[in-house]
């Protein structure tokens, strides 16, 4: 079983609420979860209007399916409308770990 785990630190730059940018977030959170089939949460910036971070997480038998997933979550976070990406960390986890 392998894993891997990201975390996407956002600009939400149209944003004037906290409400508008919960819609947002919960746009996207809900398109990775409904594409890609990976576990989504807000993880930090939660109070501010702007900025958000979210953690992604994927499990596979192989590396390589975790590995593919994560890199397609990153285009399409990088094309998602509404937001830019600040910052992107990536962990691998496997059976060695």
């Known amino acids: 079983m392998f894993v891997a785990v990201a975390r996407f630190d956002l600009r939400v730059p149209g944003c004037t609420s ?9 746009t996207l959170t809900a398109s990775l979860r409904g594409r890609f089939s990976v576990a989504v949460a807000e993880v930090d910036h939660q ?3 702007q900025r958000t971070a979210i953690g992604v997480s994927a499990v596979a038998g192989e590396r390589f399916h975790v590995t593919k997933v994560i890199h397609e979550v990153e285009r399409h976070v990088e094309c998602f409308p509404g937001v830019e990406l600040i910052d992107l960390t990536t962990s691998y ?3 060695e770990d």
């Open 18 to 26: 906290l409400k508008e940018k919960r819609h947002v977030v919960k």
């Open 47 to 49: 109070e501010l209007w």
């Open 93 to 95: 986890h496997g059976p």
